[in-house]
């Protein structure tokens, strides 16, 4: 990607969002002052009027943003379409670009957002969106979380509220339809969630592969194909682990920092908790698997880190799957090309 000579910086709100533009003279400025737009269908134009009247145009320009969701998404989608370079950044990452002094506002945050695409251009990874099935997978996959969040809610206070000396049946009664309700919408949604996965012969392919692997069921297989679909190829399972949150990195300075070895969990909850499930569960039914889990045991290591292993060694046989495009081999066990050689010649 050439340096582009216009930096744009975007601000988003729900109902607004204010841009700046820097460009490289003889040194880094902000060329005009930041302006606000309304976030709608309505404010868009305006906005690429405006660009287009201070000399920003898609060919030389790049267009940086942070990550907020749904605030950003239309805005996104228009950008592209006009044929504009887009990228979509941390807000984490952008912030910490920056000393934590000074003013805070929607101007200030949208001006060191462009001074951001300036410093780091080089390092931005364009945006382009998810492919629609994907994005409605998504959609479904985050609103089933919601829904049995909402259950397990109703009932916990449940219980509770069956142990109580003064009973309300009315109450106890509202959160069993609650539950019995929302019970109805997970089946649903994982019902659709199949049937659009089996629309592309890709998508149920590469999922028919994933849940042949000891742990893998239809929910982690969906989770694992958006991850697997937008992440950069070739994905390894280092980069898969960091990504997800179950890496352990080493936190020690000098000699009076050593801490243990620990994970950042950041990453996509849902998508960690499935894996610690599945983990759990070929700690418990699988032979190979409990066997290195019952050894690492006895060697005195934490249970809790037993079993992140056990998912690291679950991501390494996903992406082995993946790539090799064959299903899980139960009793596979690799050759040393080397033996093999020295077996075939002493026969």
């Known amino acids: ?46 906005y690429l009027h405006w660009l287009q009247t201070q000399g920003v145009r898609p060919d030389n320009s790049i267009v940086c943003m942070e990550a907020t969701g749904v605030y950003g998404e239309v805005l ?36 060191q957002i462009s001074e951001y695409a300036y410093r780091f251009w080089d390092e931005l990874s364009l945006w382009a969106p998810r492919q629609e099935l994907l994005e409605q997978i998504r959609t479904l996959l985050t609103a089933r979380e919601q829904f049995v969040g ?22 106890e009664s509202l959160h069993e339809k609650a539950i019995t309700q929302l019970k109805g919408h997970i089946r649903e949604l994982e ?20 849940v042949t692997i000891p742990g893998v069921g239809l929910l982690l297989a969906a989770h694992l194909l958006v991850i697997l679909q937008t992440a950069p190829q070739p994905c390894s399972p280092k980069s898969l682990a ?5 890496c352990p990195y080493e936190a020690s300075s000098g000699s009076s920092i050593q801490h243990t070895p620990t994970s950042r969990h950041y990453g996509p909850p849902a998508l960690r908790k499935l894996l610690f499930l599945a983990a759990l ?29 056990l998912a690291n060694k679950l991501l390494k046989v996903i992406v082995a799957v993946v790539r090799s495009k064959t299903a899980f081999i139960p009793n596979y066990h690799s050759v040393n090309p080397g033996r093999l050689k020295m077996t075939l010649t002493n026969s």
């Open 1 to 46: 990607m050439d340096k582009p000579h216009f930096f744009v910086g975007i601000d988003l709100a729900a109902a607004s969002f204010t841009s700046a533009i820097g460009s490289m003279q003889e040194r880094w400025q902000i060329g005009v002052r930041p302006a606000r737009f309304a976030n709608d269908l309505d404010g868009f134009p305006q």
């Open 281 to 309: 569960s070929i700690s418990t039914h699988n032979l190979q698997f409990r066997t290195y889990f019952l050894r690492k045991v006895q060697e005195g290591k934490p249970k809790q880190l037993v079993i992140n292993n």
């Open 242 to 246: 960091a990504f997800i949150g179950i």
């Open 191 to 210: 019902e659709e969630i199949r049937r659009l996965i089996d629309q592309d012969p890709h998508f149920r392919q590469l999922v028919a592969l994933l």
């Open 150 to 171: 909402e259950k397990s809610g109703h009932q916990h206070a449940l219980r509770a509220l069956q142990r109580k000396a003064v009973r309300t049946a009315v109450a």
């Open 76 to 111: 996104a989608h228009f950008l592209l379409a006009n044929g504009y370079r887009l990228a979509i950044e941390p807000p984490l990452k952008v912030k910490r670009a920056f000393k934590p002094e000074g003013h805070k506002s929607d101007p200030v945050d949208s001006e």
